[in-house]
């Protein structure tokens, strides 16, 4: 089942411009991940945000995370026509295990065209 | 320093079949986890291996099994293959503790 459901599905904008992709999940997490697919190829893993945090920076990348709404946003600035891919969120559970035991649960994901 | 490496990179099979898929985690990592990826969908959590055991499972049938070695490598098993099993099928590494997973390139599994 999907924890994450990302909104919106599609998002399609002029380079240069910025894009905003948001997350809501149902559950507590750990942490909250970002990744970043081409073309259905292997997944890229962009930042971690943890559960005490509130926002966070890498490079053109902005993660924010609000627990008390079960919700995050990615902001991508200046965005470029190599940005054009699918962007996933994944929150990070424990499992019911003891130990390291952990789950990396995966939204349907964000196709965004950045287009020249 | 190789990323997660995983083989084979595409695999055509009969359905009833069964088919064997290999990853190999990055350098450091301990912790292995496969996923499905139907087209257009995200990733599905199939299991977790850490210190040779199973330490974590999806909503998947006992079809789908799996094991880590020693140097942490990672195989999953599919038995009596279903059209539905198509799909790209991803490895994830990791250390111990919260970080972001390494993921290979995935295997295409198609079933016909």
């Known amino acids: 089942s999907q924890q994450g459901e990302e909104d919106p599905q599609a998002l399609s904008i002029q380079e240069g411009e910025n894009a905003t992709m948001n997350c809501s999940y149902k559950?507590?997490?750990?942490?909250l991940q970002w990744y970043r697919q081409n073309s259905g190829r292997g997944l890229v893993h962009l930042i971690l945000?943890?559960?005490?945090?509130r926002e966070k920076h890498s490079g053109r990348l902005r993660v924010t995370l609000d627990t008390s709404k079960k919700s995050s946003s990615l902001l991508i600035t200046a965005s470029r026509a190599a940005d054009t891919a699918s962007y996933f969120c994944?929150?990070?559970?424990?499992?019911?295990?003891?130990?390291?035991?952990?789950?990396?649960?995966f939204g349907s994901g964000t196709q965004l065209t950045v287009l020249p | 320093d190789a990323g997660v490496t995983q083989s084979p990179t595409h695999l055509i099979k009969t359905r009833g079949q069964q088919v064997t898929l290999r990853c190999s985690p990055k350098?450091?990592?301990?912790?292995v986890s496969w996923y499905q990826q139907a087209l257009g969908q995200g990733p599905q959590f199939i299991f977790q291996?850490?210190?040779?055991?199973?330490?974590q499972r999806g909503n998947f049938p006992d079809r789908f099994s799996g094991h880590q070695f020693p140097n942490y490598s990672s195989e999953l098993n599919v038995n009596a293959l279903l059209l539905g099993d198509s799909a790209l099928y991803l490895c994830?590494?990791?250390?111990?503790?919260?970080?972001?997973?390494?993921f290979g390139s995935g295997t295409r599994l198609t079933v016909v």
């Open positions: 945000i943890r559960s005490n945090e």
């Open positions: 559950t507590s997490i750990n942490n």
């Open positions: 291996y850490y210190e040779e055991e199973e330490r």
């Open positions: 994944a929150t990070h559970t424990s499992g019911l295990s003891s130990g390291s035991a952990r789950q990396l649960t």
């Open positions: 994830a590494s990791s250390p111990t503790g919260d970080y972001g997973y390494t």
């Open positions: 350098s450091g990592h301990d912790t």
